[in-house]
């Protein structure tokens, strides 16, 4: 069982990116994810291994989790609209790897936030788009497509670009 590092007051946490990049942080920063809420009450421990996350995206979540947690001891509500309008004006699969990430650390409010982002560019895609982006195959027949458009022609209008950032 390990303890946790303490500075002063501030109880500091290791995490251990799945590139075994360390990131320290004061524990009431990461207490947001409950992953690591979970682990830390649990299992007590002060270095989390985050295998899934690579340490780019961390960075990211990290540095939303900071602006959040300065901007909501300020209230400064308009300042903190701007930076999540910043934070998800990235290519699509930067988004869809920090929307992972956020999932796999059960950040729920930032979970949502990404996902909204994610749900307007592919608004309005055709389903052939939609499988590119997120690298599905089809695992139907040629005849089985055929029916399923016959069947259901809306799912297949739509852009067919899936280079939309």
């Not at 650390?105 to 592919?122: M, N, T, Y």
């Not at 029916?147 to 809306?154: G, L």
């Amino acid at each position: 069982m390990a303890s946790s590092s303490t500075t002063g007051e501030k109880t500091i946490l290791t995490l251990k990116s799945g590139d075994n990049k360390e990131f320290h942080l004061e524990e009431s920063l990461v207490l947001q994810s409950d992953l690591i809420k979970t682990m830390v009450k649990e299992e007590h421990v002060s270095t989390i291994p985050l295998p899934s996350i690579k340490s780019k995206m961390l960075v990211k979540i990290i540095e939303y989790l900071k602006k959040h947690a300065e901007l909501t001891a300020t209230s400064n509500k308009e300042d903190f609209k701007n930076f999540q309008k910043e934070f998800v004006n990235v290519v699509l699969e930067e988004l869809l790897d920090i929307t992972v990430g956020v999932n796999y650390l059960k950040i729920s409010g930032l979970l949502e936030f990404c996902c909204q982002p994610v749900a307007d560019r592919i608004k309005d895609k055709s389903v052939e788009a939609v499988q590119k982006i997120f690298k599905i195959e089809s695992d139907f027949t040629s005849e089985e497509v055929a029916e399923f458009k016959r069947e259901t022609p809306w799912a297949f209008e739509g852009d067919l670009d899936d280079t939309t950032n």
